[in-house]
């Protein structure tokens, strides 16, 4: 069970004593860190590393860190008997082993033999695993089977054999603390080389391993008001996992565009969707007339039950607007017209949103939302309501395009 804020700072302050050297100073990095990083309460065996952390003076934020400050923390302690290179890579060998022998049924232990013939890259005597405590990370039971001390444990190791290429990993559906760990280790790699390998692993199929989407998806259509248009765009926690987005280093990577007759086919992998985008020009740079369409007929579109793809809702045209900004490519939006968006106020009352916050047709709108600044975005996108009540006479003028989305099942 999770600690709460009252046993947390008993632990604090029971590891560093006001009257101690550093006492009081070491008690506030310790709240501070656990503060940026709250998976330190959540998992009172990560709360454990704390101590290590403040006097080793070591910066975190993310909890792939943390797992990887424990491991090394183990492997130092491990080295008077084992090479900590050999201990490092037999335990990634392992804990792929036995997550692919829980997922088939088969328990998550393993005998001397199986795991010197899995782990174990080079000539190590059996008798080197009798060193293996019950404090150590990878221990063995009373029947002689070895384990790890927490299954946390075996999913990070998973993870970061993945991220160096084991195959078997994406086989395998993944946890959501293997998923948490994954997105977490993205925010701490940030470098073009680590970026490359995210890369090919987001190319990758991965329908086996669960991991699509990579973030909490923005919400569907639906009845909407400026109060949720401003919760919108503020940050928000979806079933634990902290971040609600991937890495800003990984966005550009995650959309994949295709350009098929007079549309844009696009996959976001982040959130698992895929878009149709309307050309708005032909090949002699002239207005496509397929592209841009009344109201009246895109709401003959959007009540056509049978197509699998719908118009998107508000907060999914942002992310794609920010998709697109992170790989330069918002020529494929339009700034000369609005787009139709799935949301409504009301009924018949239709909302269309532009880049720019200039229309042609403005007597047919009433301005809803204008110029909002969004973190990341170099538009201002303006957002406005047209209805046969606000102005019948030129309602039936009223045009928008209409890119359209939706999200592909597992499968």
């Known amino acids: 069970m999770p600690f709460d804020k009252g046993q947390i700072n008993k632990y604090i302050n029971r590891q560093f004593p006001i009257l101690a050297f550093y006492g009081l100073p070491n008690r506030r990095k310790a709240k501070s860190l656990v503060e940026r990083v709250p998976e330190l309460s959540v998992r009172p065996m990560l709360l454990e590393l704390l101590p290590d952390l403040v006097r080793e003076r070591r910066e975190v934020s993310e909890i792939f860190e943390l797992y990887r400050f424990m491991i090394e923390q183990w492997l130092i302690r491990e080295s008077h008997w084992i090479p900590k290179d050999i201990l490092y890579i037999s335990s ?10 829980q997922s088939n ?47 946390s444990i075996l999913e990070y190791f998973f993870v970061v054999a993945a991220i160096e290429g084991e195959e078997k990993c994406f086989s395998l559906k993944w946890t959501d603390l293997m998923k948490e760990l994954f997105i977490s280790w993205g925010y701490v790699s940030i470098d ?28 569907p259509p639906a009845r909407i008001s400026g109060t949720i248009l401003d919760r919108t765009f503020k940050s928000k926690t979806a079933r634990g996992i902290r971040h609600k987005t991937i890495s800003p280093t990984w966005r550009g990577n995650s959309l994949f565009l295709n350009e098929r007759g007079s549309n844009w086919r696009i996959w976001d992998v982040e959130y698992n969707l895929e878009w149709v985008i309307p050309r708005e020009v032909n090949q002699d740079d002239e207005l496509n007339e397929f592209a841009v369409m009344s109201l009246v007929d895109l709401q003959k579109l959007e009540n056509n039950e049978r197509d699998p793809y719908r ?14 900004e992170a790989i330069d490519r918002m020529d494929i939006l339009s700034s000369r017209h609005p787009y139709y968006i799935g949301d409504k106020l009301g009924d018949r009352m239709h909302l269309v949103v532009s880049l720019d916050g200039a229309l042609a047709s403005t007597a047919a ?47």
Do not use: C
């Open 92 to 101: 990634k060998k392992l804990a792929v082993h036995i997550f692919e022998k």
């Open 365 to 411: 709108m009433a301005v809803i939302d204008e110029n909002r600044i969004i973190d990341g975005l170099g538009v201002r996108p303006t957002l406005y309501m047209a209805s046969i009540h606000h102005n019948p006479a030129v309602f039936q003028s009223a045009k928008a395009i209409g890119a359209r989305v939706r999200r592909p099942k597992a499968k």
């Open 105 to 151: 049924g088969h328990g998550d232990r393993v005998s001397v033999n199986e795991l010197m013939a899995v782990a174990t890259t080079k000539n190590v005597d059996v008798k080197y695993w009798d060193h293996l405590t019950s404090r150590s990370l990878l221990n063995r039971d009373g029947d002689g089977g070895f384990k790890f001390a927490h299954r």
């Open 192 to 219: 073009q080389d680590s970026v490359e390998v995210a890369e090919s692993i987001l190319k990758r199929d991965l329908n086996k391993t669960g991991l699509i989407p990579l973030s909490a998806p923005p919400n």
């Open 311 to 324: 118009f998107p809702s508000y907060e999914e045209f942002i992310s794609l607007i920010q998709g697109l």
